[in-house]
């Protein structure tokens, strides 16, 4: 990969992608993202050269200085970009596609069960939002979103939304997906009860029973002294 022509392409990326960017002189100069970005070209060039002390050490060097942890052996895509950096990790499996975005504070982490690819893979054009941690061996697919904020632990389709902790997706496609539907197909406490509704009607029909008993002794006691008070009265 030729390091001008990253530099240019993530120059641009940042004039399409931020409002508040600035001529290429100052974009260059100003946004940590970037340099980590570039940093981490050079330290995954040296992974794979054999020369992994020197990338590692370079790569906790890129972390003092901007704030954002990317391990040399991860895959990143053309024109990456991350805004106001500061608080990012990207785990070693990691893979990220072309032209994807991430904020300050997102984890492309490991869930810490598994070992091996443990680290997300995010398609092209995934945008992942300020704070949010995606975590395991899971596929973000192409123009998906992640809100800020979010805990993503399962895929997340192509051209979705998701937020939320867990993530859940909450447009897809362009139209939105009904949350109550999805969390009570998710969680077991929503499912109908048959045999709790059963025995709730029973317990009802019990309590009516029990009412109709009681109306009829009282009825009966009732018959029983006046038939003792005619008996007395002859
Ligand atoms: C998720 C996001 C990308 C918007 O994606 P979108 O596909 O346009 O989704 P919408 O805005 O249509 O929102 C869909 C639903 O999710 C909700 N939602 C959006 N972002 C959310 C978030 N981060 N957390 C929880 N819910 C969120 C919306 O309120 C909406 O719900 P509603 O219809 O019940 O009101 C955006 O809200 C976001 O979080 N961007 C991150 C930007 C960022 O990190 N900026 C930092 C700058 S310093």
Same mark, same amino acid.
């Given at each position: 990969m030729n390091i001008f022509r990253v530099i240019a392409e993530d120059i %641009?990326?940042?004039? @399409?992608? @931020?409002?508040?960017?600035?001529?290429?002189?100052?974009?260059?100069?100003?946004?940590p993202g970037l340099h980590a970005r570039w940093s981490h070209v050079i330290e995954h060039w040296l992974w794979n050269h054999g020369l992994r002390s020197l990338a590692r050490i370079s790569s906790q060097f890129t972390r003092f200085m901007t704030g954002v !942890?990317?391990?040399?052996?991860a895959r990143i895509g053309r024109r990456f970009?991350?805004?106001?950096?500061?608080?990012?990790?990207i785990?070693? *499996? *990691?893979?990220?596609?072309?032209d994807c975005t991430l904020y300050q504070g997102v984890t492309l982490g490991g869930t810490g069960k598994e070992t091996g690819k443990r680290h997300p893979t995010l398609g092209n054009n995934v945008l992942v939002g300020v704070?949010?941690?995606?975590?395991?061996?899971? *596929?973000i697919g192409d123009n998906a979103k992640v809100g800020g904020g979010a805990v993503v632990v399962s895929d997340v389709p192509p051209n979705s939304t998701?937020?939320?902790?867990?993530?859940?997706? /909450?447009?897809? @496609?362009? %139209?939105? /997906?009904?949350?109550?539907?999805?969390?009570?197909? %998710?969680?077991k406490e929503n499912l109908p009860d048959l045999v709790g509704e059963k025995c709730e009607g029973l317990g009802e029909r019990i309590a009516e029973l029990e009412a109709e008993m009681m109306q009829l002794r009282a009825l009966l006691s009732?018959? !029983? %002294? !006046?038939?003792?008070? *005619?008996?007395s009265e002859d």
């Open positions: %641009q990326a940042v004039k @399409d992608r @931020d409002p508040a960017a600035q001529n290429s002189f100052v974009i260059w100069l100003t946004y !942890e990317i391990h040399p052996a970009f991350i805004d106001h950096a500061m608080g990012v990790i785990g070693e *499996t *990691t893979i990220i596609g072309d704070g949010a941690s995606v975590l395991g061996n899971i *596929t998701a937020v939320g902790i867990p993530g859940r997706v /909450v447009v897809r @496609d362009g %139209q939105r /997906v009904e949350i109550e539907k999805q969390a009570a197909a %998710q969680h009732v018959n !029983e %002294q !006046e038939l003792e008070f *005619t008996a």
